[in-house]
């Protein structure tokens, strides 16, 4: 079958598209940024990329005709707290009416499940989301689930960074409120399963895994198998916006996401009965073994996709390309070089540069930046990278976003997403047996470069010495 993937770049869709190749399907992948969308690891006989934004009518004329069925995998949760309700219905209805000029029999949707009387503006815009997308010509297949559970979610690396961090957990009442968790592994072979099943067209179905839990239980069973002893003490003074606060400066979600969420985990998400497990013959995976699995992967340096992939500046949401061609004028450019003896062991230090192995220099500094950039609003310190040795644009390494990863060339190229009153790059290339390190800032009037001279002491001190590590053999 010809697929039409949307959100390829997405956490589901990443997980997705092998498994789709691998069963023999021809799979087109819809990208607002070609740049972003790492087609190497895929077979080139079975995969197309094209770029669309559902958002652009006019973009939409890159979709082929002769699709069999389409994946819609879209949602705004992370653009922002009020208005992602109007972006998800426009681009929905977007979809519908290009969609139906073609010859797609079948589209599958992942929704949330909405069975509670008092939904959250979340749960209520996916809701809407189905009604619009059953309105089309071909036949509709929902399939609606709660918590995923898998290495790089949002709502597991949520509940990791709260486990892990805090041996003493203050909590709001929300914590009592049940849910029904699903692997990760379980959302894919639903997703594979239904397809082209005619038993599943014009139906929604709800999913989860074998165990109803309230969030305080799944937080204890977390540390369980962390091995951790933890306590949860529920305070009913918590306000949803406090709620929201706390999650944003624990854990490394941005605020507009740790709001969403919150406002979510007030409502029950419990499966419906259903047949389609019985159906598709999918054996589900308690709570606790998909935890272990999701740290298998994490363990082994196999996370496919992470929620922190999505987009978080608007500088960002024209596409990473715009940003590559470093600018020039009216930039502030510190410039540094360094001979070096072995290129391949400079170059293996830059590729592993953040996350877990820091910035080779003052990397508590770099943690005291964050700290400072959450409390301004911002994405903060903490983002990591999903794997130690391998880069592609648009992946993250703790507050900066990988422009451009070229292993041939010998240059990666930043981008900060730090609050700050201006743009920075920085780049890192090898020529000749130099090691050539450029930081550009360009500063957004007066206060731009006020900021440049209160900070510039500072940085000259850590890139001097991040230079002098990373030519260090």
């Known amino acids: 079958m010809k697929i039409l993937l949307t959100g390829a770049t997405g956490y589901i869709a990443k997980r997705l598209l092998p498994v789709l190749i691998s069963e023999g399907h021809e799979v087109v992948c819809c990208v607002r940024d070609r740049r972003r ?71 599958v949707y992942l929704s949330g499940i909405v069975n509670d009387r008092l939904l959250s503006k979340h749960l209520l815009s996916r809701k809407a989301v189905e009604d619009i997308l059953s309105e089309g010509s071909y036949h509709l297949t929902t399939l609606r689930a709660g918590i995923i559970v898998g290495s790089g979610s949002a709502s597991f690396e949520i509940i990791r960074d709260l486990v892990e961090k805090l041996p003493v957990m203050v909590a709001p009442r929300w914590v009592k409120t049940r849910c029904q968790p699903i692997a990760i592994r379980n959302v894919i072979q639903y997703l594979t399963r239904v397809l082209d099943n005619e038993k599943t067209f014009d139906k929604s179905f709800d999913i989860g895994g074998p165990d109803v839990l309230s969030y305080k239980e799944m937080l204890l069973r977390f540390a369980e198998v962390r091995n951790l002893k933890r306590r949860i003490l529920v305070l009913p003074v918590l306000t949803p916006r406090l709620s929201s606060y706390f999650l944003y400066f624990i854990t490394s979600t941005s605020y507009k996401l740790a709001a969403n969420l919150v406002n979510s985990m007030k409502v029950e998400v419990v499966c419906c009965e259903n047949d389609l497990n019985k159906l598709v013959n999918i054996e589900l995976i308690p709570y606790k073994e998909a935890v272990m699995l999701a740290f298998d992967k994490i363990m082994q340096e196999e996370v496919l996709s992470s929620w922190i992939d999505a987009l978080s500046q608007r500088a960002l949401e024209k596409g990473i390309s715009r940003l590559v061609n470093m600018p020039c004028f009216g930039c502030i450019i510190d410039k540094k070089r360094r001979k070096i003896k072995d290129e391949e062991e400079v170059l293996k230090r830059i590729w592993s540069i953040g996350g877990r192995n820091g910035w080779y220099f003052a990397t508590r500094l770099w943690h005291i930046r964050g700290v400072f950039d959450k409390f301004l609003g911002g994405v903060g310190y903490r983002r990591g990278r999903r794997s130690l040795t391998r880069l592609h644009p648009g992946d993250t390494i703790d507050s900066w976003r990988v422009l451009l990863a070229d292993k041939k060339e010998k240059r990666l190229l930043l981008y900060s997403e730090l609050k700050m009153p201006g743009e920075a790059w920085l780049e890192f290339r090898i020529k000749d047996n130099v090691l050539y390190q450029t930081h550009t800032f360009r500063p957004l009037g007066v206060m731009g470069r006020l900021y440049w001279v209160a900070i510039f002491p500072v940085h000259h001190f850590i890139f001097s010495g991040m230079i002098r590590k990373l030519a260090k053999c």
């Open 37 to 107: 969308f790492d087609a190497s690891p895929h077979d080139a006989a079975y995969i197309s990329v094209i770029e669309v934004d559902f958002l652009k009518k006019k973009t939409l004329d890159a979709i082929p005709s002769d699709i069999d069925a389409a994946y819609y995998l879209i949602h705004s949760m992370t653009a922002s707290i009020d208005d992602f309700e109007c972006l998800e219905k426009e681009s929905a209805r977007n979809f519908r009416d290009y969609i139906g000029k073609t010859n797609v029999r079948q589209v």
